[in-house]
């Protein structure tokens, strides 16, 4: 395992889509070291299954892509952002094609698919179900060939220094638990997604925040966080991870049944099962809890359609699901709704540069507004992407101006330690509350509620002492992030869904939330 060095141009924190493709776009710069606080190979990116979006067929036109994207949004789109995106998204995926990407073909043509709200087949995907690992194994092959690129794995990111008005660099703890100050003169956050922060979650178990909690605490803007994706479909069998049941599925023909084996989302949507991803997740919260079951599930059905496609098609669900004793091609699958996507993070401009000199964001972890409300299927993948060389080609300019920072001493080595129980526990009870209190259908009583809760919490993360206390204190701090926002905007919006404010309030909240401190504005 590489040793991080402690003084460098760039750190880039996080080895997903954004973090390697803005990593190689420095390169040519400067040294870069990218952090992955687990392997390269756990993160969003690996697990993302479906595809990625970009008009790229011949029956499609990139303004049609960027009207889906805007119709998706709920009218909270950033225009520019994602003009943007379908604009570059097309020459940064031919790019990922000449560094070796395998995308699935049809004879020597891409195969393209279409996905929920998206008004063409545009959706490229990569040995079936597999897009994100095959996309972060070309760009890690990629970034590999660079020399100036050091990949080091197991390094966790405790926070940011600042010096000056601008970051100088980080604070890192290794697997044994020793803290070291890196300096640069440029820092990346590119950390993923927060699934973590619910107990129900599709994300892998790094997705905890990190990066917008080191963030907010050293004084950057964070925005839109109660707009939170929650994916209708993942396996809930008590001894299975959370798994993704790609929307793909659906778009192949599987219904959604009720313990009654009623086929119930027709009576909620005109397109049944291919309603928004929103609408199928309430519709389903409905169903669980009209149930009189004690532990209720809903089922996802694809026994009506022929094995053999299935097989072919998803071959990691099939293999994945087959492992937990469900064969998808003659059982019910038992499903329910988990956290899926982050639509906000650190707010940033079209460079990905944050409010802080020197500090930059990318990928979920950032907030460029692209998505809006709701993000469209599929374009996330392409954000890390576009937005991470970007902000990498923006980093790199900006290197020649700014200053050089001193080496820094080594602070005392703190314990890893075994695994501490009580930690685990407060994490559990936090994901509870996330879960029950700023989930899928929210109200004031109750984000007040898990606001009073998680600020009780507070004073239990203050001193962490080891990786995953550290992760105790993001998930603590992103969580009250998520729950004012939320009770802030008064409103039902896209991905944000209010019991006491069911409709959209155009006059009020046709803004983004942005946090500065402890207070929420609109804006
Ligand atoms: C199951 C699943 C399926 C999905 N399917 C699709 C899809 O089909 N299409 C699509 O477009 N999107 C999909 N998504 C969303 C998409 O995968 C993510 O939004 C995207 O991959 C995020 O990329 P990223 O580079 O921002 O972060 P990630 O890929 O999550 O990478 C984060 C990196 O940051 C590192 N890190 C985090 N914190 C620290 C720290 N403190 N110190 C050091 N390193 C740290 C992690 O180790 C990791 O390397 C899916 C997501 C999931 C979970």
Redesign the pocket.
């Known amino acids: 395992m590489k040793t991080p060095p402690r003084e460098t141009d760039f750190v880039v ?7 390697l493709r803005a990593a190689i776009e420095l390169a040519a710069a400067g040294r870069v070291l990218v ?4 392997e ?1 190979t ?12 970009a008009a790229l067929s011949d029956e499609d036109e990139v303004t049609l892509h960027y009207q889906d994207t805007l119709n998706a949004g709920a009218g909270l789109c950033n225009p520019e952002a994602a003009h943007v995106l379908v604009e570059e998204g097309p020459e940064r995926i031919e790019e990922l094609i000449r560094w070796g990407t395998e995308f699935d073909r049809s004879g020597t043509k891409l195969a393209f698919t279409r996905e929920g709200a998206h008004s063409r087949d545009r959706i490229l995907h990569a040995h079936g179900d597999s ?2 690992r095959e996309i972060l194994r070309a760009l890690y092959a990629k970034a590999k060939t660079l020399h100036h690129i050091s990949v080091c794995e197991f ?4 926070d940011l220094h600042i010096e000056h008005d601008r970051v100088g660099g980080i604070s ?1 703890m290794s697997d044994k638990g020793v803290h070291e100050h890196v300096s640069a003169s440029g820092v990346l956050l ?4 927060l ?1 973590q922060l619910y107990r129900n979650t ?3 178990n ?3 925040a ?2 917008v909690a ?1 963030a907010y605490r050293a004084g950057a803007e964070i925005s839109d966080m109660e707009f939170i994706q929650f994916h209708p479909t993942a396996l809930y069998l008590r001894t299975a991870p959370r798994f ?1 049941l ?1 929307e793909a599925l659906r778009g192949e023909g599987a219904y959604l049944r009720n313990l009654e084996m009623v086929r119930f989302m027709p009576k909620y949507h005109e397109l049944a099962e291919l309603a928004p991803r929103d609408v199928v997740a309430r519709a389903i919260v409905h169903e669980l809890e009209v149930s009189r079951a004690t532990d209720p599930v809903v089922y996802l059905d694809l026994t009506h359609l022929r094995a053999e496609h299935l097989k072919k098609r998803f071959p990691r669900i099939y293999s994945t699901c087959m492992q937990y004793n469900v064969d998808i091609t003659t059982d019910l699958i038992p499903i329910r709704p988990a956290a ?2 982050a639509m906000g993070g650190v707010k940033t401009d079209l460079e990905g540069r944050t409010n802080v000199a020197g500090l930059y964001a ?4 950032a907030a460029t507004g692209v998505h809006g409300a709701n993000r469209l ?8 992407l576009v937005f ?1 060389a970007r902000a990498g080609m923006h980093m790199r300019s900006e290197l020649k101006t700014s200053p050089k920072h001193k080496e820094e001493k080594h602070r005392p080595a703190a314990s890893n330690g075994p695994v501490d129980t009580s930690t685990e526990n407060l994490i559990r009870q936090m994901q509870d509350l996330m879960w029950n209190k700023v989930g899928i259908v929210r109200d004031g009583s109750g984000l007040r509620t898990a606001i009073q809760e998680l600020q009780g919490f507070t004073a239990k993360t203050a001193y962490a002492q080891s990786r995953r206390a ?1 992760e105790a204190k993001n998930i603590n701090l992103a969580g009250l992030l998520v729950a004012r926002s939320a009770l802030a905007r008064e409103e039902s919006r896209g991905a944000h869904y209010r019991l006491d404010f069911p409709d959209r309030n155009d006059a009020r909240f046709l803004k983004h939330s942005v946090v500065r401190g402890e207070s929420v504005q609109f804006e």
């Open positions: 924190i996080g080895a997903g889509v954004a973090g952090l992955a606080k687990r390269v756990e993160s969003n990116t690996q697990y993302a299954q479906g595809g990625i979006a897009t994100g390094e966790f990111s405790t890192l590119a950390t993923g997604g699934g599709t994300n892998p790094v997705a905890t990190d990066g080191m993704l790609s899926h996507y990318a990928g979920e972890a299927a599929s374009n996330s993948l392409l954000e890390g991470g550290y």
